[in-house]
């Protein structure tokens, strides 16, 4: 059931990439194998249903679950990547490039004992994950599968192996890793799931875990099956090229109506009646098989950017990755061989991808004395708007941390407050879409849980000239990293706060990270691949700066690697 193109050697298994050649999977927590088959499968062995059946019964038995911080019941965390984010393919790129891989299998799941809470229930498989939940006091399941790379599919393939050797439900409460989550789970039916993603893999768990606990129902903190299936990527942002090609403009449009017009066009519009300020960007949709097709369409992309908007330089961004994977650019307008080149390789990648205008942000100090692009995001949490906003640290195109701001820390960063208040009427105005009328019949009403919008302030220019614009630029309609940071001010109760990422040493742990430096806020700790930590401060600056500091006094302990991040 478990596919890959890959082989095992002497010392270890190894990949092999797109272009046929083949690497060593080395440095990773896990396996590097991934289901491909679809999950007809499983959905069949484990449900006796078809994948579709599988979404239907999940939208009416998984529910979203919506409380404060301050108040909510036990948790079971099964936080893991997720092929919906197309995580493995992100680190296959890296190898391929030669860059050191996120290992995100691991980082995401070591992190998540973060979020719990004593009386909370861990699940995950990796070394950095055991050491975790141990440091934070979590009692925790270990799954015993390291071969799969995605713990969703690790958690069916052992659902598999638990129902062959438990074939009656009342023999389940055993010591088996799957046996101690029924039986937790039976104690706790009030408990809330918390997947990093409802993929369709958690869902075919969940409805599984819920056939051998007898209970009707599970509350999630993850978005409804419609939301995280159908939303959870860029591809609803921009109108899809062919559909703008066929509206009528004129010389001399406004370019805000032209702008306002297109993202009529949008499928957010047109499901949901979401208005969001964005910027001018048309999707590309990739039909299988046909790369020439794709290729062609970037280019009619490029051609409208210019002719309608005066634009000169874009960013060709796939619809389904997070963290910056895999966004080409800024690619000039002008240039169609590397248009075409660019449309070619994603093309292999199988998602969507917009070509959207290229930003000249402003910037901010992001401690130190550096400066960072503005690229705020708002969120969702608990099915409210969370209060303010968030500054991303970023290094590229990566995100590397967060900064807390409200809109008196905004101001003192010397930016306009006009733009904090466009953001914050988008937040409210996403929120409100998913509970309209049109959220109903679309599949989505009350759906909306979770989430985070990523925002650009900055200047396009073309016929915007000089205008500082803030505009949506990335929906992320599942958990998030912002969360470590807001969980982080819950749990220290300051009001300005961040967080960042740094790339361990080698042989740098949690244990050792908290013992040499036990004031740091250690939050994970990824030997050689991912950590973060925390820190308050009097305001937006110091909180960033504070960041900076602890992770030199980490350093200054041996635990930073010398190179950075990415």
Request: hydrophobic fraction near 40%; charged fraction near 25%.
């Amino acid at each position: 059931m478990d596919t890959f193109p890959s082989a095992t050697g002497p010392h270890g298994p190894r990949i092999r990439l797109n272009d046929g050649t083949e690497r060593a999977w080395e440095g990773f927590g896990t396996g590097p194998y991934v289901h491909q088959g679809g999950l007809a499968d499983y959905s069949a062995r484990l449900l006796g249903l078809t994948p579709q059946q599988a979404e239907q019964e999940a939208a009416r038995r998984l529910l979203p679950y919506r409380a404060t911080p301050q108040d909510r019941e036990p948790s079971l965390f099964l936080h893991g990547a997720t092929p919906a984010n197309r995580h493995f393919e992100g680190d296959v790129a890296d190898l391929a490039e030669g860059r050191p891989p996120y290992d995100c299998a691991t980082y995401l799941e070591a992190r998540a004992a973060f979020l719990a809470r004593p009386g909370d229930l861990l699940v995950g498989r990796t070394r950095p994950w055991r050491e975790a939940a141990e440091v934070f006091g979590v009692d925790a399941v270990d799954l015993q599968d390291l071969k799969h790379y995605y713990l969703c599919q690790a958690l069916l393939a052992t659902a598999v192996r638990h129902t062959e050797s438990h074939p009656e439900s009342h023999h389940d409460k055993d010591a088996s890793p799957l046996g101690r989550v029924i039986a937790w789970l039976c104690a706790r039916p009030h408990a809330v799931v918390r997947p990093y993603a409802l993929d369709g893999e958690t869902q075919i768990f969940l409805l599984w875990l819920l056939r051998r606990t007898g209970l009707e129902r599970l509350h999630t903190d993850a978005n409804s099956p419609r939301v995280a299936t159908a939303w959870n990527s860029k591809n609803h942002i921009h109108p899809y090229i062919r559909d703008a090609e066929e509206l009528p403009t004129h010389k001399g449009m406004p370019p805000d109506r032209l702008l306002a017009a297109e993202q009529r066009l949008s499928l957010a519009h047109r499901r949901l009646g979401l208005v969001m300020p964005v910027l001018p960007g048309y999707t590309v949709r990739r039909h299988p098989d046909e790369p020439d097709r794709f290729a062609d369409d970037t280019g009619r992309a490029a051609d409208l950017l210019r002719r309608r908007y005066g634009l000169r330089r874009a960013f060709f961004k796939p619809c389904e990755a997070g963290s910056g994977a895999r966004i080409v650019g800024p690619v000039d307008l002008h240039d169609a061989a590397r248009l075409r080149d660019a449309a070619t390789e994603a093309h292999q990648h199988g998602d969507d991808y917009l070509l959207e205008a290229a930003v000249d942000y402003l910037t901010y100090d992001d401690g130190g004395g550096s400066r960072c692009p503005v690229a705020p995001s708002g969120h969702i949490r608990d099915g409210r708007v969370a209060p303010g906003l968030t500054l991303q640290i970023l290094n590229g195109y990566a995100w590397e941390g967060n900064v807390f701001t409200d809109r008196a820390g905004w101001q003192r960063c010397g930016l306009p407050p006009a733009l904090y208040d466009t953001m914050a009427r988008a937040m409210e105005a996403l929120h409100t879409a998913f509970l309209s009328q049109a959220s109903v019949t679309d599949g989505s009403h009350g759906g909306l849980v979770t989430g985070g919008v990523d925002f650009a302030v900055g200047r396009i220019g073309g016929v915007f000239g000089d205008e500082v614009l803030a505009a949506a630029i990335d929906f992320n309609l599942s958990s998030h990293g912002a969360e470590y940071l807001r969980t982080f001010q819950d749990k220290s109760g300051a009001r300005y706060a961040a967080t960042r990422l740094f790339r361990p040493s080698a042989t740098a742990t949690l244990t050792a990270g908290r013992a040499a430096v036990p004031d740091a806020d250690l939050i994970a700790c990824v030997p050689d691949r991912w950590g973060m930590v925390a820190a308050t401060g009097l305001d937006v600056l110091d909180a960033a700066e504070e960041t900076r500091r602890r992770i030199d006094v980490l350093a200054s302990a041996g635990l930073v690697h010398r190179a950075r991040q990415r």
